[in-house]
């Protein structure tokens, strides 16, 4: 009978201190010098950490009534507008919200210095930030407009609320064509000159729990510096694991998260506004999820190095955009991370978006937060849909453009 | 009669035209190298220093053959607090101003070897490398 250990058991070790945490980095290491049933005894909790643009982000903000009260149907944050289709006070922020007077690509590639994200940093920093509400009056809301400024702390409820985060793995984004492309996997140049992927690798949480066996509703999580949970599976969450080229090794693909938490816990230092060229703004979110170690299974796939863990490379100047379903083939993490890797035969410099060492620095505040007794573990409520339940896209229903402005 | 610095950016199809024997020959100009970073078949970089009666007519020509020209600015810094070593900078960057150090994957900054193309300031998420004038 293997090492078998219960939530509970693990966060008594975690009450009296006891707790042996790792980082997914280091209990790489271990298992290739202790073996894997040795260090599945040992090791209770494996932490994983992640610090990359995660679009799919925002918070939900309720601001508090006005006398005499106002019903918000158009709302913006320091001149980025935010969502008024909730109730009174209440409103939605995204990260990649834009100002409605940003020259946005109108000159080729935009800046899109300042969004959604950028506020939101601001926020979390305790900075004042002017809001602006307008109304069309109602009987019980009569007043039709408002600017003043809010601070983080007059905010009644400020709610990290993201919609899809943490993307297990991503497309390796390369440029075929012939000129300079800008996209929110970076700036691409021409004829394969550069190639860029954006996960944290052997550090990133779902690419350690493939099969979620793990991580699922309830999952208290790192997020944004504070304290978060996994809120439910995120959109587009349609996990897959398939072996890899090299032995051992899988290309997972598709999982995602929706993640919540109180902003008034977290730090500007993980939340911060981002702008791709020619793209779009969005928000670069830290989180950090804790594996506990049940069973050697479970440890196995926490253990997956770099060398182990692959991604699909995808042409951005064609097969992207147009949805074609082709790929350029896979590419390890350990390949990528070199700083050169080889497909057809060109050399091309690679280049992370997400932070590596960023993402270390994660992993290692939530291990010393396990150890340190302030952090426990959460059973989940409820899994989310694995590989096995074979869930997948479904494309947009196409009845061309007209009438779409 | 004008004298600039400038920064010529060459596609890779380009590199390997005698652009500057054209200039001094047909437009009598005076060039003044001061880095260059070119390579057969890549993108490449010039800085020089253009001087003489044609300047304007010069620059057109060098424009017309696809090659990107802009003020040499005086220096590019990063703003060390704001950089998060993302690494989105490091394979834009032609020069090798900007690595990554390995196995910490930490990004570094080598001021030394910048030819002050500026493709950093447009690549970097979070506006961590700027431009002083
Ligand atoms: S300006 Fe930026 S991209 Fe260009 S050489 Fe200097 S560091 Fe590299
Ligand atoms: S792109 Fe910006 S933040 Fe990222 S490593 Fe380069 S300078 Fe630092």
Redesign the interface.
Known sequence: MGVQKTYAEINERIRQGKAVVVTAEEVIQLVKTEGLTETARKVDVVTTGT???MCSSGVYLNFGHSAPRIRGHKVWLNGVPAYGGIAAVDTYLGATALPDDDPLNSSF?G?F?YGGGHVIHELVAGKPVTLKVWSYGTDCYPRREIETEVTLDQLNEAVLFNPRNAYQNYNVAVNCGSRTIYTYM??L???M????YSTSGQLSPLLKDPHFRTIGVGTKIFLGGGEGYVAWNGTQHFPSVQSGPAENSILAAGGTLTVLGDLKGMSPKWL??????GYGA?M?VGIGIPIPILDEEVLRYAALSDADLYAPVVDYSDAYPNRKPESLGLLSYAEL???WVTIKGKEI??????????A?EIAEILKDWIQGGKFELTVPVKTLPTPADGVVGKPMPDKGTSGVK | MKSKKIVLRFPATSADQPLIYYLVKDYDLVVNIIKANINPHKEGTLIMELSGANYEQGIEYIRSCGVQVQPLTEEIVRNHDRCISCGACTAVCPSGALYIERPEMNVVFDGEQCIVCQLCTRACPVRAMEARF
């Open positions: 610090f990359s643009p590639p800046e210095r970076g700036m140049k021409p004829h000159a550069n190639i860029h911060l506004g981002a702008s791709f060229i969005t670069v991370k070199s700083g410099p690679s280049a992370p978006l997400s932070s590596y060492s960023k270390k």
